[in-house]
């Protein structure tokens, strides 16, 4: 069954930086676009990053310029590097994709910036 299991969050300090990895199987990873999303408590989830499957990324403009998301095909995996990280980044981030048979989510790693 399809898999996603993400991990690299922890504790930061405003300006740090952090790579988040998202561990795919359970579907052919090449052929299918990723994101990366995140969620406060009390707030609604939302889109940080994709990448197609040709590699080309699109970003949130609240994380333009200072995330890069990337992908290693030939190791199922996506990733999230962060830097320049600002205390509204704190939340817990979550992999995605969308395949014919519906949307599939990790269980969601948690990045905390502290002070």
């Known amino acids: 069954q399809v898999q996603l299991v993400e991990s690299g969050g922890g504790l930061v300090q405003p300006g740090g930086s952090l790579r988040l990895s998202c561990a795919a199987s359970?579907?052919?990873?090449?052929?299918?676009?990723m994101s990366w999303y995140r969620q406060a408590p009390g707030k609604e989830r939302e889109l940080v990053a994709t990448?197609?499957?040709?590699?080309?990324?699109n970003y949130a403009d609240s994380v333009k310029g200072r995330f890069t998301i990337s992908r290693d095909n030939a190791k199922n995996t996506v990733y999230l590097q962060m830097t320049s990280l600002k205390p509204e980044d704190t939340d817990v981030y979550y992999c995605?994709?969308?395949?014919?048979?519906?949307?599939?989510w990790g269980q969601g790693t948690q990045v905390t910036g502290s002070s």
């Open positions: 990448i197609t499957s040709d590699g080309y990324g």
């Open positions: 359970g579907f052919i990873f090449s052929m299918y676009r």
């Open positions: 995605n994709t969308r395949l014919s048979t519906g949307d599939f």
